[in-house]
């Protein structure tokens, strides 16, 4: 589907004084090696149509890559999402219900099903310390959201995840709330390119794999078995293309467009999360995801959050004054706030069994059955 206002959008984001979102600060690169792979399963001219947009939110100052190739840190979790000093109790088992259950520190040995139990799936978890590392992976072409100074705690395996971006969009644009995904454990590779598709999606996780079982800060730290696609608009049908993975355990798709891949639906084993938005008048509900929802052969939850100010541009980091997407008519940059937390349960309920977070997609009071929710869709679901 072609939409004028694409047009519209490059020329904002070609001329950010004209009243968009701040441009990257100065040398920090927009799309550093931004292309798609070779191999990638975008049909000619397919790009051209895709109705996604996106606000340039203010960069991190660029920094040196270490030799070491893990990355320059450049963000953590951001100050209104910590919990402040983390707690000494031992850790809750997996699993622990009701609203005592609270968050403690980092987990002991073993993979992310010892995580302890959220109180709030919205605030930080275990690992405060996230933050963003950029130019890394495959010829630095990527951008790391993981544990700093906590990663492998106490012998720690930490499930990993990919992200793709909305188009014309870069990871760091994002990197509220997918450091907020990585302090509940996630080391997540985010594709640099602003195109995002499944061939450098799966090239992320093949790297992070890589780098477990080889000499460096990832090595030995991370369950490669517990693997989960994650991505927005664009990339959003690019994370249901790499769900083929035989280790993907949950997909989620927030205002995602349908996959590139043809069999991506049949190849798909895992259990798939989608978001929509009544405000989002670009990637409809009707054109767009409900299709992806009808398509699904997978236990499936369709959320739809029900704001008509949650535009398109909803997913994107706030932050700006003025959002390119309000003067497009997609809506303001709003961090994703509400879909965060549902976000991190569904990853923790399907790759590390907490059952906890049940309650968010479960039974007919599930936390997205009610306001600000509204029309929950389910199959293969009780």
């Not at 951008?143 to 992200?163: C, E």
């Not at 549902?342 to 907490?354: E, F, K």
Request: hydrophobic share 35%; net charge negative.
């Amino acid at each position: 589907m072609h939409d004028p206002r694409l047009s519209a959008l490059a020329l904002l984001f070609v001329l950010p004084s004209l009243g968009g979102c701040s441009a990257p600060a100065p040398g920090a690169p927009l799309n550093a090696g931004g292309r798609t792979p070779p191999g990638s399963s975008d049909p000619a001219g397919a790009r051209a149509a895709e109705p996604d947009s996106s606000a340039a939110a203010t960069a991190p100052p660029a920094n040196s890559s270490p030799s070491s190739g893990s990355g320059s840190e450049t963000a953590a979790v951001p100050a209104d999402l910590r919990q402040g000093e983390l707690p000494t109790q031992a850790p809750a088992p997996s699993g622990a219900q009701g609203s005592e259950a609270a968050s403690a520190g980092p987990p002991g040995a073993g993979d992310c099903t010892s995580l302890p139990a959220a109180s709030d799936y919205a605030a930080a978890g275990p690992f405060a310390d996230a933050r963003m590392f950029s130019n890394v992976g495959p010829n630095s072409d990527y951008t790391l959201f993981r544990p700093d100074a906590s990663l492998g705690t106490n012998g720690f395996r930490h499930p990993i995840a990919t992200w793709g971006n909305g188009i014309s969009t870069t990871p760091d644009q994002y990197q509220k709330t997918l450091s907020l995904i990585a302090s509940h454990g996630f080391v997540i590779i985010a594709c640099n390119d602003t195109q995002a598709e499944r061939p450098c999606l799966s090239a992320g996780l093949d790297w992070l794999v890589e780098q477990n079982g080889s000499a460096g800060e990832l090595a030995g730290k991370l369950d490669t078995t517990r693997e989960v696609t994650i991505g927005y608009s664009w990339g959003g049908g690019a994370a249901i293309d790499t769900a083929d993975r035989p280790n993907v355990r949950a997909t989620v798709s927030l205002h995602g467009m349908p996959p590139r891949v043809a069999t991506a639906f049949t190849a798909m084993h895992a259990p798939l999360l989608l978001f929509t938005s009544t405000g989002d008048s670009f990637v409809t509900a009707r054109q767009y995801v409900t299709p992806n929802f009808e398509s699904s052969q997978v236990p499936t939850f369709y959320a739809t959050l029900a704001d008509s100010n949650a535009g398109h541009l909803y997913v994107v980091d706030g932050g700006a004054a003025v959002c390119i997407g309000g003067i497009l008519g997609l809506g303001s940059c709003q961090t994703a706030a509400a879909e965060q937390a549902p976000t991190i349960a569904w990853l923790r309920y399907w790759a590390c069994d907490d059952q906890d977070a049940k309650r968010f997609f479960f039974g007919p009071d599930c936390t997205l059955c009610s306001a600000p929710w509204a029309t929950p869709q389910r199959k293969q679901l009780p």
